[in-house]
């Protein structure tokens, strides 16, 4: 479970582009704890944030709201995530963040396999956890 912590305005990455539109990622997750948390630390940066509990759920989102980003568990109770995402990729290229508890090289690969861009293990870096966010929807600070 991330560490939740206060950061400075300068520390935060923009959560709202120059377009001025809010980006809103889809935050795929069965536990509720840890849903609960990584939802209010992304609203906190200014992200909008749906979340799913399940692969169906997910997909059903994606087909039916637009989202910017992906962040996904791979363990979910329907179906992996790496199948989850292979299903989106058929209708959606939105960028998406595998999060695991497995970090080896082997789970790294599968997840890229699957359409995931990045792979970050739990618990994550919280600043590499929003620098990745970042630089997947072009906000980076510059």
């Known amino acids: 479970m991330p560490k939740l912590e206060t ?3 300068q520390e ?21 704890d840890t849903s609960a948390a990584v939802k209010m630390l992304l609203e906190r940066q200014g992200y909008s944030v749906r979340v799913s509990a399940s692969s169906a759920q997910a997909i059903d989102t994606i087909k039916n709201e637009p989202v910017d980003l992906i962040i996904s568990d791979i363990g979910l109770p329907d179906e992996s995530g ?17 999060l695991s508890g497995f970090g ?35 906000n980076e600070k510059r």
């Open 7 to 9: 950061a400075s305005v």
């Open 12 to 32: 935060h990455v923009k959560a709202i582009p120059a377009n001025g539109k809010k980006s809103t990622i889809l935050l795929v997750d069965d536990h509720d």
């Open 82 to 98: 790496l199948m989850m995402l292979k299903k989106i990729r058929k209708i959606s290229d939105v960028p998406a963040i595998a």
């Open 104 to 138: 080896s090289d082997d789970d790294i690969q599968r997840s890229h396999e699957a359409g995931f861009q990045k792979h970050l293990t739990k618990p994550f870096n919280l600043q590499k956890f929003r620098d990745t966010i970042a630089h997947l929807l072009g």
